[in-house]
């Protein structure tokens, strides 16, 4: 079995037998009644049910008769695990008329708003009160009422809609370990919601909507948009981080509307994070580019490649191929990345260099990974104890978070060896250390000989976590690419070989930069840095380039150097999707479609490929068409906006390849020139997976920069929002985004006798920073760690996310303004 890494499953067991409604149907041992009667496809109602929370018999609504067997009578079927001999009635007259009776009670307080609810068409308490037969209220009291809270720009509350489920306060406090949110009160004044007004701090509390079986949390951004027969619906993958979670995807007259969480028992299992649900607005931003341009002339987007092509054929016959670079990143669909890396080979061209995909962490990342080791997050909730090394999950990838919450409540150990104050939602044991001192840290753990540093300041903490690794039996080592080098990810991938010498049921995963990093390292076997690029444009050995869905403006810290290279350039051709400032620059520009637009294959950071749907035919929102008001009243023959080819078309167009008719034919297209890719044509509904052929493995070296004593290492690390390219441009996010903050440890605040909120200037990569001090005891010392922010002018690139500053680079004065010039923090 594909994830059976981390379990074990007999088959052999004897499975209970039992018959539902005149049904006989065997389930394996544990399952509940109300999940065998959907097994033999006969649906019990339920409210407080939900498979990923487990029963709580909280409703009543799920009660069903046992005529036979060693259960009898009215029983609730959440509650009762199948046996053997169970007789199982859905129908009986009795069990009926307690559902009726429930559902009226239920209905009794219940708002009759449904025409103006936006749970209406998709509530179940709608479903079951027409299924029930309730129409006529017979309690002739007033209603309990209750007044609405403000949780937010993400969620709207109408708690008069309440049934007390308990689903919400469930997942939000059991599940996510977040408490803001949770019941008040008693009997018949149950309230659910905070001790006051006030925004969520739960990362994933947008999953409220799809939990609530009624109307009280619902979609702040897209309310009133549309009924849900109203919208193109279809299936997807997101493409916020590296783990690839399965998504709903609903559009409406051109634009995206709404996306939900899709059920993928490998990855994402029912849910999905805030990040991943709000960060579909760059796709109907008035701001996104929809015009191609030749030299600022507006022109057709074929009319543009086909300028291009004729350019670059120019320049090539005088200059040399060579002469010609190409730049992409891992936000790029498979498909694009092929394209591009393909373009290089035929036309011998520099690169590709794809951003978040060419750094030497990355590609030893992807290199270590095998199907021996390689694990899902699924498998990480079975594990018994999980060390995480250099990852921050809540910031990084958020849904990684939630699975090690779900390990942790099932007994499992959490430790992390990291230099940021972590904040997770649940107990672990952290050790604060410089990203340097972790290589050796990982070699002295699974190793029979004494630890080879004896003056380590964490002899305790190694030595329990050794006797983790010791006594656990499913262990997981989770891996991150963001602070580490690849010293510490062929470390951590040494370590998992070690064990499983002791014969571990060790598992590894890694955390990659961005969705498509692991294919763009599968793809591209000749990577070229963006310093190496900027060294070659510079020398005069680059004077044209094509930059396809990446924005070097945002990844490049030296963004003067930056400029001056690109004006060195005597062609610039851009093709993407968003509104970059790389754009300015650009001699021809071609706008590009969106993933909800012409979809794609991602491979995910455990090497699982899975085809994303394109939700709409794609074309200019009629939002914009019609200004806000109604469509043009206009009969035109074609959509407005629809000859915006994807990014894909466009590069094998640059090559004088005509574009594969659909997707199908384009992935026979991929696996021709990328044999790597064959998996990807197994029609597994969970996603192929696609390892590094064993040809292509090597252990990547990383180079280390000498540290002058009393030197800090800077770590520019992710921010959950704020950070990601594409849903930094979700206008419903910007009140959750980080400020400017620079944290330092206690120990080094005192040397420099420095107070919390003071105003700190740092100059870094030619930059000079202005931010806000923040000091943890959760910092390791030595460190200077700043969360990026969509607001500060310097952006490191893959190759420097750490680095040494010295002292004097550091100046700290007097607290921080808290009024407008705060906000130009980080300028």
């Known amino acids: 079995m594909e994830d059976a890494h981390l379990i074990a499953i007999n088959t052999t067991e004897p499975m209970p037998k039992l018959t539902i409604d005149n049904r006989e149907i065997e389930v394996p041992e544990g399952t509940r009644v109300i999940d065998a009667a959907e097994r033999a496809g006969i649906y019990i109602p339920r409210f407080c049910y939900f498979a990923g929370l487990g029963a709580v018999g909280a409703c009543r609504v799920c009660a069903v008769k046992f005529k036979d067997g060693p259960v009898s009578g009215i029983q609730m079927s959440c509650m009762v695990d199948a046996a053997d001999n169970m007789v199982v009635s859905t129908t009986d007259a009795e069990a009926v008329d307690f559902r009726r009776h ?15 609810c936006d749970e209406g068409g998709h509530c179940l308490l709608q479903d079951l009160t027409e299924a029930c037969g309730h129409g006529i209220r017979r309690y002739p009291g007033k209603k309990r009422t209750y007044a609405d809270q403000y949780l937010g720009p ?62 009280v949390y619902t979609d702040k951004p897209s309310r009133y948009t549309g009924r849900r027969w109203d919208f193109q619906r279809t299936s997807g993958i997101c493409i916020h981080c590296s783990l690839g979670c399965s998504i709903k995807t609903a559009a409406r007259y051109r634009q995206i509307v709404r996306l939900e969480a899709r059920h993928s028992e490998a990855v994402n299992g029912a849910f999905i994070c805030d990040r991943g649900r709000y960060g579909f607005f760059y796709a109907n931003s008035d701001t996104r580019p929809r015009q191609a341009r030749v030299d600022g002339e507006p022109v057709g987007p074929g009319q543009a490649a086909a300028a291009a092509v004729k350019r ?71 594990a018994d104890f999980v ?29 992390a060896i990291d230099p940021r104050a972590l904040d997770w939602p649940m107990e672990f044991l952290h050790i604060s250390v410089c990203p340097d001192e972790i290589p050796a840290l990982l ?85 070229v840095t963006p310093d190496e690029l900027i060294d070659q444009i510079e020398s005069g050995q680059v004077n044209a380039m094509v930059v396809v869905e990446s924005d070097l403006w945002e990844t490049y810290p030296d963004r003067d150097r930056l400029t001056r290279a690109l004006k060195r350039l005597k062609l610039l051709v851009a093709v993407d999707c968003l509104s970059t400032q790389l754009l300015d620059y650009a001699h021809i520009v071609i706008p590009s479609l969106t993933v909800f637009e012409a979809g794609g294959t991602y491979v995910n950071q455990e090497a699982r490929a899975q085809w994303s749907n394109p939700a709409h035919a794609g074309g200019i929102p009629i939002k914009i068409t019609g200004n806000n008001n109604h469509p043009p009243r206009v009969i035109r023959p074609g959509i407005p906006g629809g000859d915006i080819p994807s990014a894909w078309e466009t590069a094998l167009r640059l090559a004088g390849i005509e574009p594969p008719a659909d997707s199908e034919r384009m992935a026979d297209w991929m696996v021709r020139v990328f044999p790597v890719l064959e998996p990807i044509r197994d029609p597994v509904p969970r996603g192929a997976r696609i390892f590094m052929p064993e040809s292509r493995r090597k252990s990547e070296k990383s180079i ?48 420099y006798n420095a107070a919390e909120g003071s105003a700190v200037c740092l ?28 607001g500060m002018q310097w952006r490191p690139s893959d190759s420097q996310q750490r680095f040494y500053v010295n002292r004097q680079q550091i100046s700290i004065s007097g607290p921080c303004p808290d009024n407008e010039d705060k906000d130009k923090a980080g300028q």
């Not at 260099?353 to 990974?369: D, E, K, N, W």
């Not at 753990?445 to 903490?461: C, F, I, M, V, W």
């Not at 870094?764 to 922010?789: D, K, T």
């Open 443 to 527: 070699r002295n753990l699974g190793a029979e000989t004494d630890y080879e540093n004896r003056n380590s300041p964490y002899p305790q903490k190694i030595e329990a976590i050794q006797k983790q690794l010791e006594k656990s039996r499913r262990p997981v080592v989770v891996c991150g690419t963001e602070i580490t080098d690849a010293e510490t990810v062929n470390a951590a991938a040494d370590l998992v070989e070690r064990l499983r010498a002791w014969k571990k049921n060790i598992g590894l995963f890694y955390t990659l930069p961005m969705a498509n990093s692991y294919g763009a390292v599968l793809v591209n076997d000749h990577p």
């Open 763 to 790: 100059d870094v990569a030619g930059q000079r920073l202005h931010l806000r001090l923040r000091i943890s005891e959760n910092v390791a010392p030595g460190v200077l760690l700043v969360y990026r922010h969509p």
């Open 154 to 215: 993400l969620i709207c509350h109408e708690e008069n809609r309440c049934i007390q489920c308990y689903r919400c306060s469930r997942f939000y406090q059991e599940y996510c370990g977040y408490n803001d949110l949770g019941v008040m009160g008693i009997a018949q004044r149950i309230y659910f919601g905070r001790h006051k007004d006030g925004v969520l701090e739960n990362p994933f509390s947008g999953n409220l909507i799809d939990l609530c079986p009624t109307g």
């Open 704 to 751: 280390r920069t000498k540290a002058v004593r009393g030197d800090f290492m800077f770590i520019s690390a992710a921010a959950a929002l704020g950070d990601e390219p594409l849903s930094s441009h979700s206008p419903c996010l910007e009140s959750y985004f980080r400020p400017p903050e620079l944290w330092i440890a206690f120990s080094e605040a005192n040397t």
């Open 312 to 382: 670059l054929e120019s320049l090539t016959e005088r200059h040399g191929e060579q002469t010609v670079a190409m730049a992409g990143s891992g936000r790029s669909s498979l498909e694009t990345l092929a394209a591009c890396t393909h373009l290089c080979r035929i036309r011998g061209w520099r690169g590709p260099v794809f951003q978040g995909g060419c750094g030497a962490v990355v590609r030893a990342a992807v290199c270590r990974l095998s199907p021996e080791n390689a694990v899902s997050m699924h498998e990480i909730q079975s």
């Open 102 to 116: 429930v559902i009226e009670w239920m209905m009794m307080n219940h708002p009759h708003d449904c025409p103006v």
């Open 387 to 415: 060390l995480t090394v250099g990852a921050d999950p809540v910031n990084e990838s958020p849904m990684l978070t939630l699975a090690l919450r779900q390990a942790w409540r099932k007994g499992a150990a959490i430790t």
